[in-house]
């Protein structure tokens, strides 16, 4: 029987694996940081059997449940929760290829407004579709970057030294391309061209009134100085 043409992408996923040599991969997933791109890859050099995507509450709860054993026995971990939850759960994490993307916060606090109001099942949906982007700016958690990677909002330093000494290789979103290159080399699998999801529409950065851009870069004083760093120090 010959396949659907469309089923052809969901096989590659279910079925293709690294070597057994590879290493496993840890993802850090800062959400709107252009992590679909990297799951994509995730997927296809491990195959979805072998991946852990602790993206929401039941799953990360469910993820502690599990016997050590069989959290460790995943070839790739990651999603959205606090780097400590990660550490508690997986050890010491030296096993582990470390990977994680960042974004500059007012473009990822942008893309977290859009993408709430074009999902209908997020438990947020009908409140925020209700919400002027100033409004939603004002009940945004401050600083959601270094607070994930360090579990306070105010310590730049300690996030600057997580990402660039903690993790094996890290990128801005922009630059996501280039670490799934780079992931598939680590893997040793043939690699494919990295893939986008489509970004929901809505306002974009240029579309920000004075007042908004400002709200939003108070907000996210310690994100843009730990964005601003890591510049600083790819340019190095």
Not at 102 to 130: F, G, M, T, W
Not at 193 to 207: I, N, Q, V
Request: net charge positive; aromatic share 10%.
């Amino acid at each position: 029987m010959r396949l659907p043409r469309e089923l052809l992408p969901w096989l590659a996923f279910r079925f293709r694996r690294a070597g057994k040599d590879a290493p496993p991969t840890f993802f850090f997933h800062i959400p709107k940081c252009a992590g679909s791109s990297v799951w994509a890859s995730l997927y296809d050099i491990y195959g979805t059997r072998h991946i852990y995507h602790a993206n929401s509450r039941r799953r990360r709860e469910r993820f502690a449940d599990m016997p050590r054993d069989a959290r460790l026995a995943y070839a790739a971990v990651g999603g959205h929760a606090p780097l400590s939850y990660f550490r508690e759960h997986l050890g010491g994490m030296g096993r582990y290829h470390k990977i994680v993307t960042l974004r500059d916060p007012v473009d990822r606090a942008i893309s977290e407004y859009n993408y709430i109001r074009a999902q209908a099942s997020h438990p947020r949906n009908k409140e925020v579709s209700l919400q002027s982007l100033t409004k939603f700016a004002e009940s945004l958690r401050p600083d959601r970057q270094v607070t994930l990677l360090t579990g306070r909002g105010d310590d730049v330093e300690g996030a600057v030294e997580i990402v660039t000494r903690f993790f094996d290789d890290w990128a801005f979103s922009a630059g996501v391309d280039d670490l799934v290159q780079r992931l598939y080399r680590v893997t040793g699998v043939e690699p494919r061209p990295a893939m986008h999801k489509t970004g929901a529409s809505g306002p974009r950065r240029a579309d920000l009134d004075a007042a908004t851009l400002r709200l939003l870069q108070d907000r996210n004083r310690n994100d843009l100085a730990l964005i601003a760093a890591l510049k600083e120090r790819r340019a190095q």
